[in-house]
């Protein structure tokens, strides 16, 4: 045990170093470093156990409490088949699969959007739950098998195909199938893979919108309801791909996202970034010019929209190319703008954080106050992300333009702001601050000298 301790301690050492050595967000590495950090935690449990004298046939359960540890976060109750997810956090198998296939895309526990929904067997702590379980006399139950489809008989592929041929028949019959096709697969998670088995589904599914000549052609409500359809089915992962790479699926949801009931608008922008799971789809979807639709709807900042607005653009900028597509298409403006006005702040930061390894970026920031606004939220927030994210934007705005260190000095004599986080922020919250100070004093020195 000991061993295997040391063992992720050097590996977690690694990770950390490369984390906090590259200014980009490696969102791998940060899973990586959080599932060694349960690793650890789940080792330190273990050996407490072994530790510990509990007769092997006490039977009492009711007055043995079961360690935290061996709850699903979810269920509140011992974990029968626990497992890994992307974010690090173990829940148990039966549960969590229920929370994704309600279409939830972030961990329950911290809130972070899952890079992936992979689930890995924490056998660690599957053994450790199986030793208390045998000294407490207790017998744990097999795990539940949940299945992600449900069982379909070929009348349930013939009402699939008949309502898929409504699409091509009479406006009332679209609607109606319309609306009974969103129903079936918000509930069935059978009928989001039957899309998968023919490509000619989601082209009849979509042919309604596809044939529209004009905008206003368009019937909303129909239009809802099979954006709402293309965002359900899109949930299923073995569909991602192909509902992407299907041509006239983008550029109608372009479409919807700039024309339609704000739940269109607001559905199509969740499409998009459920469908930016995949990484060959992130560079699709930004290569079809879907950033320009997004954030010009982050710019009408209609609340119910917001979310799913920044999720997906968030998501999309990951990768390096739909940086440059996202500074191009005015998210600096807008993101600043929303900020400032105390909208989705955590939210839009991290997203500017995230922009500003951008050179354009970063001269857009400077020239627009970005400066002032990061500085305030750094004095004002209670949330130690956004200091780090502010104070990671103004590091790099600072030495990109010498023009601000006027301000950065009449920030740290009137409130010590900088010097503060250098003490309290977190670890790359220091680094950073660190650096801006030790540039203001050599500069103070160079001064004092002349």
């Not at 030495?399 to 309290?424: P, V």
Request: hydrophobic share 40%; charged share 25%; aromatic share 4%.
């Amino acid at each position: 045990m000991l061993a295997k301790a040391m063992e992720l301690k050097r590996e977690l050492q690694k990770l950390v170093k490369a984390i906090v050595d590259e200014d980009d967000i490696n969102l791998g590495a940060i899973d990586r470093a959080q599932q060694m950090f349960c690793a650890l935690k789940e080792l330190k449990v273990k050996k407490s156990l072994s530790s510990s004298k509990v007769h092997p046939h006490h039977h009492d359960t009711a007055s043995e409490e079961i360690p935290e540890e061996f709850k699903c976060p979810l269920s509140k109750e011992l974990m029968r088949d626990p497992v890994i997810v992307a974010s690090g956090q173990t829940y148990d198998r039966l549960f969590i699969q229920k929370w994704l296939k309600a279409g939830n895309r972030t961990c329950p526990q911290t809130q972070q959007v899952l890079t992936h929904i992979n689930l890995t067997p924490n056998s660690l702590i599957r053994e450790m739950i199986l030793l208390w379980c045998k000294n407490h006399g207790i017998e744990l139950p097999e795990p539940v098998q949940y299945s992600d489809e449900d069982v379909l008989t070929e009348v349930d592929r013939s009402h699939f195909l008949s309502l898929l041929g409504k699409m091509s028949t009479t406006l009332s019959a679209q609607k109606e199938a319309a609306k009974e096709l969103r129903q079936l697969t918000k509930k069935m998670p059978s009928f989001r893979a039957l899309f998968g088995e023919s490509l000619d589904a989601i082209p009849q599914l979509l042919s309604p919108l596809s044939q529209c000549k004009s905008r206003s052609d368009v019937h909303l409500d129909l239009q809802e309801d099979l954006i709402t359809t293309l965002l359900n089915l899109s949930i299923h992962d073995n569909n991602k791909k192909l509902v992407a790479e299907t041509p006239i699926v983008l550029p109608i949801l372009m479409d919807a996202l700039r024309s339609g009931t704000i739940e269109t608008r607001s559905n199509a922008a969740a499409t998009l970034f459920t469908l930016s799971a995949l990484d060959s789809n992130k560079a699709l979807i930004g290569k079809s010019d879907a950033l320009k639709p997004l954030i010009d709807l982050l710019d009408e900042g209609h609340p119910l929209a917001l979310k799913d607005v920044a999720s997906a653009i968030f998501n999309l900028c990951i990768i390096h190319e739909n940086k440059s597509r996202a500074v191009r298409d005015g998210a600096v403006r807008v993101i600043l703008k929303k900020i400032m006005n105390g909208m989705h702040v955590d939210e839009l930061l991290s997203i500017l954080a995230m922009l500003s390894t951008n050179q354009k970026a970063i001269e857009e920031m400077g020239e627009i106050g970005a400066v002032p606004c990061l500085l305030r939220i750094i004095r004002e927030t209670s949330c130690a992300r956004n200091k780090e994210n502010c104070i990671a934007i103004l590091y790099t705005i600072c030495f990109g333009d010498r023009s601000k260190w006027k301000e950065m000095r009449l920030e740290e004599s009137t409130y010590g702001t900088i010097s503060q986080l250098a003490q309290n922020g977190t670890s790359r919250a220091k680094r950073k601050a660190s650096g801006i100070l030790n540039r203001l004093n050599r500069a103070i020195n160079c001064t004092h000298t002349a």
